[in-house]
Nanobody, 114 residues
Framework: VQLQASGGGLVQAGGSLRLSCAAS????????MGWYRQAPGKQREFVAS???????NYADSVQGRFIISRDNAKNTLYLQMNSLQPDDTAVYYC?????????WGQGTMVTVSS
């Protein structure tokens, strides 16, 4: 499975961006997909995850500002990011866990200016 993340860019504080992650094959909705991010000089951290039949999970730092969703017909995962802050600056990665293997997208850079 290959994952292609896109949608990053430069935005001012308070602005919004929507990230997309397209999978190269059909991903069953029961599989967990998620977003992670890695800021400069920091470790990669969890942002949000989603699977069918359960409420999405969010990191406390993005709860209420970010929304994760997926379009199973398009094999695409999304992350709507609102009220962006400079601390949200990072490379954002999408992840799929399939048969105990983690598949990662290549990352898309989000830069939030103050």
């Amino acid at each position: 499975v290959q994952l292609q993340a896109s949608g990053g860019g430069l935005v001012q504080a308070g602005g919004s961006l929507r990230l997309s992650c397209a999978a190269s094959r059909t991903i069953h909705s029961s599989l967990v997909m998620g977003w992670y991010r890695q800021a400069p000089g920091k470790q990669r951290e969890f942002v949000a995850s989603i699977r069918s039949g359960r409420d999405p999970n969010y990191a406390d730092s993005v709860q209420g500002r970010f929304i994760i969703s997926r379009d199973n017909a398009k094999n695409t995962l999304y992350l709507q990011m609102n009220s962006l802050q400079p601390d949200d600056t990072a490379v954002y990665y999408c992840k799929l866990n399939y048969q105990s293997v983690n598949y990662w997208g290549q990352g898309t850079m989000v830069t939030v200016s103050s």
